[in-house]
């Protein structure tokens, strides 16, 4: 029988790449064993071989001298069948854990080493190899398997059919996919496996379930082939390959694995299960299961998008025919150009389309696929014997590469003494002619690949992007790095959880196709943004918010600027992302005549808002009709704050206009379903009342409604507040009243299916919180004139009618300018005012330049002066009242109750405030930390303030600020050491 030596007698060993290091270890053969193939001319060549290139196999031999010399003096192929035949489940089934998985390893070390031999010496050719590491893997998984199960049934949870082979019809099984599915596994592999069990096989009859049972070992399975001892590994796993791992368990059900591949199968899961094959455990119910999949991974009919899908597959690297800019050192030959995996890739890409009619495609193996390719017409000869040569060479690469220290890469070493180390080991006589012959291999196959459906179509982005398996593609996050991504490995992870189908919009196979549509172009415009990280992740949050995504995905398809305007709300807008989050039918008003236009004026908002309600079947459909117009109107006022086409001011009024037409509508269709059930009392009815930034035509993008309600009562009503109105369910007047208030705060505060309206503070009213919800116009002018504070009547120089009888209103509007013009002790007014914002500053801080109401110099200072400057001096000017602080500082310079240059100063100031409110509250939110502050964003703050950058605006604000600061003590006075406690 030849023995290894015998059979490399003749045959060309690659030399010693480190001649030093091979005469080192050859000096620490002492053991007879050693010293014995040493004394063998062939078998010197081999130690000084193994010594000068890998130290891994070094060490294994010199650990090992008995198993070497056997190695050396033996049959190569007879000894690794016995050392196979040696891992028989039967033989290591009832050893304890801590045996078994030193034999394992041992057993891992003696099959490197023979394998190693046989590759080195040329004695196999690549299938051998390959084929040899795949059937030591799978030897490996059935003996932890077969152990795990004994122990399972010893300790009482599953009970196995047939105890002779507890793997038969135990009804768990383990599939192999990848290299190891394919019999290709190389030399320092993980093996994908994928671990099921037929629920209508296992007989579990523990006390938990038979997935918490299956769970557990798989954990024990994975310890026990890849835990390092000092005898080393096993093998590595890898279980991502199942079904969305990052939210199923280890171990599933093959009827809910079944039912993901039929539902949300992708099409590079479907390649990786071409290669799919039963490794381990129950060999019948595995084989049942692949089968029972057959459908899903061959398809005889292949639609449009499923092969666009398979394009972007193709396109996982880039490949350019003719381009030959690839530097050797630092190159990864599997997944760089001209690498393994655009081979594999050449393969599976056809087999994915043509094999589904053609069964005599459905291989496993890859050169078995190219020669298929060949038989059936769709690879020329002369290509598949050029992606044949090199893929044997490149794997040969490979193997020599991981021998060297038993490392699972494919990146080559960069130039210097382990490139040359590398070089001779694969045979070269040295490092250039390595690399000649490398780059002749990946040139060919790089023009192969890039021929490769040169008709696929081009979807509109960089076509290094793809988004298949369980792991970032190099390529890809490089690529997404060079679009503008920060963190490309973030992006990625986001795109293939989108691709799983892990949100309700991607469950469906037409959603996840129109994705993969987009998703270049969508890319693209993300990361054009001002912030691409931050946009990335806020269309995820977008994404899972969204209740479906045919609809979604269909429009941005068809409306590439839309697609635009999204990534730019993303990158630069949090709160238009929300709520285009949580509403997302707000983009179809894009797509309306006008949107990008200032708004149109109060009459075309009504007309508008108008023949939108003729729709309204009832007082609910109402309530959602003006919900949505509302919100699609604000929707639309944000993009052109963003957009720099709308100021603060336009905003403000705009906005205001919105609000105030929502509610005119709205009111009076309260007050009928209210008089539905409590019918009407005599009088003019109830008169809605804002103040606050809607009272003054101020509001911003998240202002809620400062409102009161006031009602009519009628001269001449005997026993009014007693009496009681006409409905079938009669209510007296204060009741009535304060249930109609109620039921309107409620319809425009109350969630339905297209949100709230706005958010309703009340406090203002008389006697604040504790007051009742509506009062009568002679009570609550009494109460204004006896018992309000002076805050009250600094809140009531904003009051403004909204809607009510004209009447009513025009008496309301009478009492308020009453109540302004009355005459008041000019130092009692200024010390409460004073007092007041002493304690406002106590209770808030005023040193933060970003918090520009409350910053000493800042919004409320500004509303102080103006206020204070009317109730000062409206008994003897009624024409200096007005609700808009700008309005009044400008009547208060035209009376000569303020200079020139205050005055302006002021009023520059407060527009400045004005319009850096909105600014914040759109692309910063209510508070804006600092240290937090992106540098887009510093930007965008920086323009909206009109300076050059944003250490000049923080500048700009402070000075801004001390000279409001300033003037507000010049006009009403110093500020008091302590506060006399009047409550705003």
């Known amino acids: 029988m030849p023995t290894l030596l015998s059979l490399l007698a003749d045959r060309p060993l690659p030399e010693p790449g480190d001649p030093s290091q091979a005469e080192l270890h050859l ?14 001319p062939t078998g010197l060549c081999l130690l000084k071989s193994v010594f000068g290139n890998s130290p891994f196999l070094a060490r294994c031999l010199l650990r090992d001298p008995a198993f070497a010399r056997q190695l050396a003096f033996s049959d190569p192929e007879s000894l690794f069948s016995t050392l196979i035949q040696e891992l028989h489940p039967k033989a290591l089934i009832d050893l304890e854990e801590s045996v078994l998985m030193q034999r394992l390893r041992i057993a891992r070390r003696r099959a490197a080493l023979s394998i190693a031999a046989c590759d080195i010496g040329g004695l196999w050719h ?7 590491l795949s059937q030591f893997a799978d030897a490996a998984v059935r003996a932890a398997v077969s152990h795990l199960l004994y122990r399972s049934a010893a300790g009482g949870e599953l009970d196995l059919p047939d105890r002779e082979d507890l793997e038969r019809d ?6 192999a996919l990848g290299k190891l599915g394919a019999y290709e596994l190389n030399y320092s592999s993980d093996i994908d496996l994928i671990l099921l069990y037929d629920q209508a096989k296992v007989r579990y009859v523990g006390r938990r379930s038979a997935q918490e049972c299956f769970v557990k070992l798989a954990r024990n399975l994975v310890r026990i082939l890849q835990d390092a001892t000092p005898d080393g590994y096993v093998c590595r796993v890898d279980l991502r390959l199942r079904p969305d791992p990052a939210s199923t368990p280890l171990v599933m059900s093959a009827l809910a694995a079944e039912t993901y591949y039929e539902g949300m199968g992708q099409n590079w899961e479907r390649a990786a299960m071409i290669k799919a094959r039963v490794s381990a455990g129950d060999e019948q119910a595995g084989k049942l299961f692949l089968l029972q999949l057959r459908p899903f991974v061959w398809r005889k009919h292949l639609d449009f998008y499923a092969i666009q899908d398979i394009h972007s597959i193709k396109r996982q690297i880039h490949a350019v025919k003719g381009f030959r800019n690839v530097a050797v050192a630092g190159h990864n030959i599997k997944v760089g150009r001209g690498g393994i995996r655009e081979i594999e890739f050449f393969a599976q890409t056809q087999q994915l389309i043509w094999g589904g009619r053609n069964p005599d495609l459905r291989t496993q193996a890859t050169l078995d696929t190219l020669e298929g390719l060949v038989a059936f017409g769709r690879t020329k000869r002369d290509v598949a014997d050029d992606l044949g040569a090199a893929y044997r060479y490149l794997r040969h690469v490979e193997h020599r590469l991981q021998m060297m220290e038993d490392q ?11 490139l040359d180390v590398l070089a001779k080991f694969c045979g070269h006589k040295d490092t250039n002619d390595f690399e000649l012959t490398l780059l002749e291999h990946m040139a060919k196959v790089e023009d192969h690949y890039a021929e490769l459906f040169e008709e696929a179509p081009d979807l509109g982005g960089p076509s290094n992007l793809v988004f298949t398996g369980t792991e970032d593609d190099p390529g890809t996050v490089q690529s997404l790095q060079q679009m503008g991504f920060p963190d490309g490995s973030l992006v990625s992870g986001f795109v293939r959880d989108w691709h799983r189908g892990r949100y309700r919009a991607t469950r469906s196979a037409r959603a996840r196709e129109l994705l993969t549509e987009l998703m270049p172009r969508l890319l693209q415009a993300l990361a054009g943004t001002a912030d691409a990280d931050l946009a990335i992740r806020r269309f995820d949050n977008f994404l899972q918010a969204l209740p479906a995504g045919v609809q979604i995905f269909s429009l941005l398809y068809s409306n590439p600027g839309l697609l635009d305007l999204v990534a730019e709300i993303m990158g630069s807008a949090p709160l238009l992302a929300d709520r285009l989050s ?3 039918a707000l983009l179809e008003s894009v797509l309306t005549a006008g949107f990008f236009e200032p708004v149109p004026q109060r009459q075309a908002l009504n007309e508008d808002i108008e023949r939108q309600l003729e729709q309204a079947l009832n007082f609910e459909d109402a309530l959602d009709i003006v919900r949505r117009w509302t919100k699609d109107r604000q929707f639309q006022i944000g993009v052109r704050l963003l957009r720099g086409t709308a100021d603060g001011e336009e905003a403000g009024s705009a906005l205001s206009d919105i609000a105030d037409i929502a509610l005119s509508q709205l009111f009076p269709r309260a007050i009928v379903e209210f008089e539905r059930q409590h019918g009407k009392l005599p009088g ?11 009272g003054s035509r101020e509001m911003t993008v998240t202002s809620d409604l400062d409102l009161i309600f006031i009602y009519d009562i009628p001269a ?12 079938s369910k009669p209510l007296a007047p204060i009741t009535y009243y304060a249930r109609i208030a109620q039921r309107f705060i409620n319809a425009i505060s109350a969630m339905t299916g297209e949100g709230g309206l706005f958010e309703v503070d009340m406090r203002l009213r008389p006697s604040g919180a504790s007051g009742p919800i509506a009062s009568g116009l002679q009570p609550f002018e009494k109460y204004q004139t006896e018992e309000a504070w002076t805050w009250e009547h600094m809140a009531l120089t904003r009051a403004r009618v909204i809607c009510g009888d004209p009447g009513l209103t025009a008496d309301c509007e009478t009492v308020f300018r009453r109540i302004l013009t009355r005459p008041r002790d000019p130092q009692k007014l200024a010390a409460d005012i004073l007092d007041m914002r002493l304690r406002m500053a106590q209770q808030y801080r005023g040193d933060n330049i970003w918090d520009l109401k409350f910053l000493r110099g800042g919004q409320v200072d500004l509303d102080f002066i103006a206020q204070y400057l009317q109730l000062r001096h409206a008994h003897e000017h009624p024409e200096i009242l007005a609700r808009d602080g700008g309005q009044v500082l400008e009547r208060a310079r035209d009376l000569k109750l303020l200079d020139d240059k205050t005055a302006d100063q002021l009023m520059a100031i407060g527009k400045l405030w004005r319009q850096l409110q909105q600014t914040i509250r759109l692309v910063v939110g209510a508070k804006v930390e600092e240290a937090k502050l992106r540098e887009p964003t510093r930007r965008q703050l920086a323009q909206s303030g009109g300076a050059d950058d944003f250490k000049a605006l923080k500048k700009l604000i402070k000075k801004r600020a001390a000279a409001v600061h300033a003037a507000y003590h010049a006009i009403i006075g110093p500020e008091p050491t302590t506060s006399k406690g009047e409550t705003p």
């Open 27 to 40: 000096s620490q053969c002492t053991e007879p064993e050693l010293a014995e193939i040493a004394a063998d």
């Open 126 to 132: 690549l299938e051998k190899l390959t084929g040899a």
């Open 170 to 175: 135990s009804g768990f099984f383990v599939l």
């Open 408 to 418: 699972q890469t494919q990146t080559l070493p960069q130039i210097g003494p382990t």
């Open 582 to 584: 949580r509403r997302p």
């Open 684 to 694: 003019r009815g109830l008169a809605l009342v804002a103040l606050g930034k809607l």
């Open 716 to 727: 001449g009503v005997a026993d009014w507040d007693t009496a009681l109105s006409d409905g």
